[in-house]
């Protein structure tokens, strides 16, 4: 199965960075979908992540803003200490609102938002990670109509938030490390099979 | 209910309250509306918008509460240090040689920023000559930040941000314990007579001082692109040529049509100034 999307949500806490290393080393630079990505990590201190996870000949990386246009082939990051939001016009948008799971960015916040505003052109992926957050999301992006996608437990790191996000939506991908690289790897579609 | 909500019951609901309230959230960010409409039927126990809309117009105490979920930030003293390093190591100097200095601190919630000004201003010797307008839509927040009243536990948070900021005393020196078993600080009342708090709406009223610093920071991201630079223009209006205006951290002009009215001044920190011709 393939199909066209226009944006891909990934989640993750603790053991996700090396999985999106991974996952993001054979994107194209002419990748057509916007990417969006919350890893927890702590309140103070710039992002490095964009720099951290550079690919070179890669896609454009940054650390999105307020009311920043989504750009297809661009790959941002939540601020530390900033939840992300998809706004119906497809900007982004940050807010200080309360943590949920303890967590400021929240993949809940990033994701909910998101099916809202992009339905079933939106891909959600749960990676690795110590708590639940990104469940309900992940429930959310399946309920608009959007593919899920999660991070199989035997090459998860942590699977406590892997396995709620199953749990949550169990019609959800599972795939490994590898089948993570062939995620995002060709140029015209998320690859799914 | 969950944030799936519709905009058209999103939009029926702000309606009303704007109507029978005059309180207008009908151009704030929706995404993180949503979020906080969520928590407040959560909260009431109702399981639609429009059963939210129903509570509200018949029972006012339901509306004070659904205006706590829609306004309330939670600021800390002294919020992001290195702005208020750069407000007292570069734009005070400047405001130094105007013979009276007025601050607007718009969207001040409960007061934290507000006070950090006044002691700021203490410290660099000019709070004498200074007021600071601090406003916000919210009622109670505005009376909970004239009482300058504080939990103790959040003062070490506060302690460690002024000293980063560049603190010429300690804390300390500006509060003591509300009561012998009070778990809460209540600071100077010579600050707070320097701070003149009102209830002032970025949406719907207009500029009522002229001012040589707007700070308003963490406010704008809850708005939406119009009603940002509609608060923005505001902003332009009520400083003198070449005045400051300091934002949020993450907050920028970048993607407003008020851009052309200011200048980057010290981008890092966020703080822009006006320039001489707008």
Redesign the interface.
């Known amino acids: 199965m393939t199909r066209g999307f226009d944006l891909v949500v990934v989640g993750g806490s603790a053991g996700a960075i090396d999985a999106l290393r991974v996952m993001l080393s054979r994107v194209p630079a002419d990748f057509p979908s916007a990417v969006a990505i919350v890893i927890h990590i702590p309140a103070d201190g710039p992002s490095l992540l964009p720099q951290v996870l550079a690919i070179p000949g890669g896609p454009p990386m940054k650390v999105a ?5 989504i750009v297809p082939g661009t790959i941002y990051f939540a ?1 530390p200490d ?2 992300l ?4 016009g497809h ?1 982004f ?6 943590r949920v799971h303890f967590s400021r960015p929240a993949i809940d ?1 990033l994701f ?2 998101a ?3 992009y339905g079933d052109r939106l891909v959600g992926i749960i990676l690795s990670g110590g708590n639940a957050d990104g469940a309900r999301g992940l429930r ?1 992006v399946s ?2 109509g959007g593919m899920t996608v999660v991070q199989s437990l035997e090459s998860s790191e942590m699977i406590a938030m892997p396995a709620a996000a199953l749990q949550a939506a169990p019609n959800s991908i599972e795939v490994n490390v590898a089948g993570l690289a062939q995620l995002l790897r060709r140029g015209d579609e998320v690859q799914s099979a | 209910v969950d944030v799936a909500m519709p905009d058209l019951e999103v939009r029926l609901l702000l309606e009303a309250i704007f109507d029978r309230f005059h309180y207008d959230f009908r151009s704030y960010a929706m995404a993180s509306l949503k979020r906080r409409l969520s928590q407040a039927c959560n909260r009431l126990g109702v399981t639609t918008l429009s059963g939210l809309q129903e509570r509200v117009l018949h029972e006012p105490e339901s509306f004070s509460m659904l205006l706590q979920y829609l306004t309330v930030q939670v600021s800390d003293m002294f919020r992001d240090p290195e702005f208020f390093l750069t407000l007292r190591t570069r734009v005070l100097p400047v405001l130094a040689t105007y013979p009276s200095i007025k601050i607007w601190c718009a969207g001040c919630s409960t007061g934290e920023e507000p006070y950090s000004l006044a002691i700021l201003l203490h410290e660099e010797g000019l709070l004498d000559r200074s007021i600071v307008y601090a406003t916000d839509i919210n009622a109670q927040a505005l009376r909970e930040a004239a009482a300058g009243v504080y939990p103790l536990v959040r003062l070490r948070g506060f302690t460690e941000n002024h000293r980063r900021a560049g603190g010429r005393n300690s804390l300390s020196d500006y509060y003591h314990s509300a009561g012998a078993s009070s778990q809460s600080a209540i600071f100077d009342p010579a600050l707070r007579r320097k701070i003149t708090f009102s209830d002032h709406s970025l949406a719907t009223d207009s500029v009522f001082s002229e001012v040589h610093l707007v700070t308003c920071r963490n406010v704008l991201i809850y708005f939406d692109h119009e009603l940002q630079t509609r608060a923005l223009r505001l902003f332009a209006e009520a400083l003198i040529g070449r005045g400051f205006l300091g934002l949020g951290s993450k907050e920028s002009l970048r993607f407003s049509e008020a851009a052309p009215f200011f200048e980057d001044f010290a981008l890092p920190e966020r703080i822009y100034r006006k320039r001489s011709a707008a």
């Open positions: 803003e307020d009311k920043e246009p601020p900033y939840h939001l998809v706004e119906s900007t948008a940050l807010s200080l609102d309360e916040v909910e938002s099916a809202a505003a959310a309920d608009a």
